[in-house]
């Protein structure tokens, strides 16, 4: 009988968000046992719900979402798009150069494998949001990773980046806010970044899903708002500011010259077509979600929900021995890093797998974000103070056993 095995092109892919962890914690699932999972950020699992106008325009728009849409989207979707993009000082973006999808995965999906040729280089953040390595290596690219700099708060090295820059280089991906450190980016960060992409000729695809998500009096700056001379691919959604990750309400603009890619733009119109289009029903509720009064505002400021457990768990990873971390600015998540002077762990992915079997808590470990050191994992702040506070006294429990 013929053996059929998974194809070759997956050999060198990896999506540990969702990888073995996740294999044990179903199985332990499947047997009875609760765990708290806190491997993505998946806000209506722990209690934050749609706002109602949202799930409204969902119902009334029902049985106008029976077709299919233009594969691009619905007009009252991309042009509130648009008019958010101008808000957020885009250099003359059209309604054309707006894509809806399936959420912002398969918008990084589709926009990679209408770029790369095999051997073809993109230069990703260390640690990253895996799915651009993986959709990277699936399109048959390199993703060759940069640094970000834990000790200037995650913030990427500019050198490094320089350095990594050849002759098969691409583009860059920028997420920001950054998943899974929380960092936002300066603006003159992010200059200098645009000033790499111009002086080396480079696709700037930026990851701005959490670009909603921003504490402490904080403002994010859209990277193509500082880039009017560079091609720009930049992504986002509503899964997490409007809580509806299961909608899938993804979105993808394109912004800066456009007369040296057009070949890459026919890639795009292509696979935007192959797929016919995104879901009509969940599109129906982008000019309510990006117009008027955001609900989000309130769980982001003092007394909100976000910003409360975003406070306690930074100062209860801190108080932990041998744990310490940086003050996430934005997103969902902290990084923690752990002292290994302290501890002996050497492999990150064993260490989470022992804090699900022993203590019912499932995270995902540094390697999981292409860091390349087994000292961080990432834990989403998601669930409530009470429940956070058992994570800390889990992990220290755990921590206790490596001790040297």
């Known amino acids: ?32 046992e609760k765990i708290l999972r806190l491997n993505t950020g998946n806000p209506a699992e722990f209690g934050f719900t749609a706002p109602d106008e949202v799930i409204r325009d969902l119902i009334a728009n029902a049985r106008n979402s029976e077709a299919y849409s233009d594969s691009k989207g619905i007009f009252s979707a991309r042009k509130a798009i648009m008019q958010y993009c101008q808000l957020k000082g885009f250099p003359h973006v059209d309604i054309d150069d707006i894509y809806l999808g399936n959420g912002v995965s398969e918008m990084i999906s589709i926009s990679l494998q209408a770029l790369l040729d095999d051997g073809d280089e993109v230069l990703v953040p260390m640690p990253d949001y895996p799915l651009w390595t993986a959709c990277i290596s699936l399109a048959g690219g390199n993703a060759v990773h940069y640094r970000c700099d834990e000790q200037a708060d995650w913030y990427p090295d500019i050198d490094d980046i320089k350095s990594k820059i050849t002759s098969n280089t691409k583009a860059i991906v920028v997420i920001n806010p950054n998943n899974p450190t929380g960092a936002l980016y300066s603006e003159d960060l992010l200059k200098e970044i645009v000033e790499i992409a111009r002086q080396n000729d480079l696709i700037i695809f930026a990851d701005e899903i959490y670009d909603r998500l921003v504490m402490d009096g904080q403002k ?14 930049s992504m986002n959604g509503l899964s997490k500011s409007h809580r509806i990750c299961g909608f899938r309400v993804g979105w993808m603009v394109l912004s800066g010259p456009k007369a040296n890619v057009r070949g890459y733009i026919e890639g795009l119109n292509m696979l935007a077509n192959m797929r016919l289009c995104a879901n009509v029903l969940g599109q129906h509720v982008v000019q309510t979600s990006l117009g008027g009064y955001q609900s989000v505002d309130e769980l982001l400021m003092p007394g909100g929900r976000i910003y409360e457990q975003r406070n306690f768990i930074y100062k209860a990873v801190n ?13 969902l998540y902290i990084f923690p890093k752990i002292d290994r002077e302290m501890y002996r762990i050497d492999d990150d992915e064993q260490f989470c797998l022992e804090l699900l079997k022993q203590e019912k808590v499932m995270l995902v470990p540094g390697k999981g974000f292409n860091w390349t050191e087994p000292d961080h994992f990432r834990i989403v702040y998601l669930p409530r103070v009470e429940e956070l506070a058992e994570v800390q006294a889990k992990l220290t429990r755990v921590l206790s056993q ?3």
């Open 1 to 32: 009988m013929k053996t059929f095995d998974k194809s070759s092109k997956l050999e060198h892919v990896a999506y540990d968000i969702r990888g073995p962890i996740l294999d044990e914690a179903n199985r332990m699932m499947a047997n009875g």
């Open 220 to 233: 994010h700056t859209a990277i193509a708002s500082l880039a009017p001379d560079v091609f720009c691919v």
């Open 319 to 331: 108080e932990v021995p041998g744990l310490s971390a940086v003050k996430p600015t934005a997103g």
């Open 402 to 404: 490596y001790r040297r």
